[in-house]
């Protein structure tokens, strides 16, 4: 089991900046692929970002292509999410995710990913 807690969330002005962390605990972190999913009221829950177990692979969603970054610190357990040039249509709760891995897969499936933070909220105003 892995146990994922997010924070950095809040609100900020559009054009702003956030930086989201997720802490993780219970096994080895490197052995897992990590990913940060988004969910709007009303939506589904979306991609945004995943990272391989070395850093290796990055994928974003088009959607924050430019404009957030996904970044990992294995010896400190900890995955990121920082975002720059923030807009409205960014608020939502946001979700890290992992899934074990034995090579630098990532995915952008969410149902492909089996452990899951509790969320942390992102408003963005205009």
């Known amino acids: 089991q892995v146990q994922l807690v997010e924070s950095g969330g809040g609100l900020v002005q559009a054009g702003g900046s956030l930086r989201l962390s997720c802490a993780a605990s219970g096994r080895t972190f490197s052995n897992y692929a990590m990913a940060w999913f988004r969910q709007a009221p009303g939506k589904e829950r979306e991609f945004v970002a995943a990272?391989?177990?070395?850093?290796?692979?990055?994928y974003y969603a088009d959607s924050v292509k430019g404009r957030f970054t996904i970044s990992r610190d294995n010896a400190k357990n900890t995955v990121y999410l920082q975002m720059n040039s923030l807009k409205p249509e960014d608020t939502a709760v946001y979700y890290c995710?992992?899934?074990?891995?034995?090579?630098?897969?990532?995915?952008?499936?969410?149902?492909?990913?089996?452990?899951w933070g509790q969320g942390t909220q992102v408003t963005v105003s205009s």
């Open positions: 990272i391989s177990w070395n850093n290796g692979n990055t």
């Open positions: 995710a992992a899934n074990y891995v034995t090579t630098s897969w990532i995915s952008s499936r969410k149902y492909e990913y089996d452990y």
